[in-house]
């Protein structure tokens, strides 16, 4: 059920470099349908969201050289809703900068940021879950997240240490915990209060402004200084010349870790950040032969656990190759080791210094 008080902060201002070559700095893997379904993942987050949160309530937070994007993608969306950065800052500075927006709007609001390029299956489970944080919220100082159900120890996630005393599934976070070596991570699952941090936050604009105002007074002074011109036409001046100076700090470390009111609930939906083509590969369906395919039409011989995305309709022929990354985009073809996925950053880097800028 839509509430007036509910608002949402859509993070899509990343740059997604592990999906190249389909992700570039100009286009980024939020802006493209991934998982071959017609829809970008910026719509698909988008449309989970307007389920529980007034269309007019959601505010996209970008880059301000994807604004554009933002808007062709998301026709129903206002140019006021869409927050630009004019500086990479991290997450802190930006989600505090949106919330005072929206605290000005609405001093009663609560509020999620969500990522924009998660893939969540069940998005019923989603929204139940959302609904009880926002109620919590409403009735306590809280600031929570959404915790996943780790099914192996997974080295690539930050976890949520929390407490067993839980009420109706909400608990006391004690820690988080930076990304473990594996036995640390089997350790966790070993013990059972661990949960992965999916960097999806829940709260209500008071609390976080005054999680913010304890923990970081001179990046909430920064941002607190233009409250008479958030919402204005004077905003866009005030937050070009002021936003570039802010402190670069991620919101985990500015408020998460730093403060006592922080609750979990354990997310009760199939979740995935799609961070990799290996990611992306997991959650696709897959041919007799374990190979994942998007748009491409495939002709395989001795040929399986393949991720195969290219142009829609294009043919391609695969023969002896294991457990690769074929990704055919434009000017660039991509044909990559499955186990060594995290190296595409420095591979896209090395392309850039090798053929120039133009190719990332």
């Known amino acids: 059920m839509q509430n007036k008080n509910y608002y949402a902060i859509l993070m899509a201002g990343g740059v997604g470099s592990r999906f190249w070559p389909v992700s570039t700095e100009s286009f980024p893997k939020q802006f493209h349908d991934m998982l071959g379904t ?24 970008t880059n301000e050289k994807y604004n554009d994007l ?19 800052r991290n997450t802190a500075p930006c989600i505090l900068y949106a919330s005072l927006k929206i605290q000005k709007l609405n001093p009663d609001a609560v509020m999620i940021v969500a990522p924009s390029d998660h893939w969540i299956e069940d998005e019923t489970a989603f929204t139940q879950n959302v609904q009880q944080a926002f109620q919590f919220c409403e009735q306590n100082d809280a600031l929570m997240t959404l915790g996943i ?40 699952l070993a013990q059972g209060n661990f949960l992965w941090n999916a960097g999806i936050f829940m709260w209500s604009a008071s609390s976080v402004i005054n999680a913010f105002k304890n923990n970081q007074p001179e990046l909430f002074q920064h941002f607190s200084k233009g409250m008479e011109l958030y919402n204005t036409d004077a905003e866009s001046e005030f937050i070009e010349e002021n936003y570039a100076k802010a402190e670069n700090i991620s919101v985990d470390y500015a408020i998460m870790e730093s403060s006592k009111n922080v609750y979990v609930i354990p997310a009760t939906f199939d ?14 369906d897959k041919d007799h032969n374990q190979n994942a395919v998007v748009n491409a039409k495939t ?48 591979v896209l880097q090395n392309v850039k210094n090798t053929f120039g800028e133009h190719y990332g």
């Open 271 to 284: 979740w995935n950040d799609l961070g990799t083509w290996g990611s992306l590969y997991d959650k696709l």
């Open 149 to 188: 159900k780790p099914t192996f120890p997974n080295t690539g996630y930050g976890y949520i240490e929390f407490g067993n005393d839980s009420e109706e599934n909400i608990s006391e976070v004690i820690q988080f915990r930076e990304k473990p070596d594996y036995d640390t991570a089997k350790q966790f």
């Open 299 to 346: 002709l395989v011989e001795d040929a399986s656990g393949n991720m195969i995305r290219t142009a829609k309709e294009k043919v391609v022929v695969v023969d002896g190759l294991n457990d690769y990354i074929i990704v055919d985009k434009d000017e660039v073809l991509l044909i990559f080791p499955k186990t060594k996925e995290q190296d595409i950053k420095k």
């Open 38 to 61: 017609g829809d970008t993942l910026l719509q698909k987050t988008f449309q989970r969201l307007n389920k529980l949160i007034p269309t007019e309530n959601i505010f996209i937070l």
């Open 70 to 88: 933002v808007l062709q993608q998301l026709p129903e969306v206002k140019q006021k809703q869409v927050v630009l950065e004019p500086a990479m």
